[in-house]
Nanobody, 111 residues
Framework: VQLQASGGGLAQPGGSLGLSCAASGATFIINYFAWYRQAPGKQRELVARISVGGTTNYADSVKGRFTISRDKAKNTVYLQMNSLKPEDTAVYSC??????WGQGTLVTVSS
């Protein structure tokens, strides 16, 4: 399974950004997709996860602001990030079934 992430960049506090993660290869073996993030000097943390059945889970810190979704036809997982805060600044990485990782993409929230 290969994961190609895109999106991210710079946003102002209160702004929005979107991330995409396109999966290819033997995606039929994957039972969930997730987004993780790692801020400077901090451990990597789970941001959001979506099962192949559509069940979603979020970190408390992003509930109500971030939305994870999946387009099965495109084998793509999205993370819509709204009401961004400076503490959302991190490198975001997509993950599939815990074993497969895409490259990280930097999200910076700053005025």
């Amino acid at each position: 399974v290969q994961l190609q992430a895109s999106g991210g960049g710079l946003a102002q506090p209160g702004g929005s950004l979107g991330l995409s993660c396109a999966a290819s290869g033997a995606t039929f073996i994957i039972n969930y997709f997730a987004w993780y993030r790692q801020a400077p000097g901090k451990q990597r943390e789970l941001v959001a996860r979506i099962s192949v059945g559509g069940t979603t889970n979020y970190a408390d810190s992003v509930k109500g602001r971030f939305t994870i979704s999946r387009d099965k036809a495109k084998n793509t997982v999205y993370l819509q990030m709204n009401s961004l805060k400076p503490e959302d600044t991190a490198v975001y990485s997509c993950n599939a079934g815990s074993d497969f990782w895409g490259q990280g993409t930097l999200v910076t929230v700053s005025s």
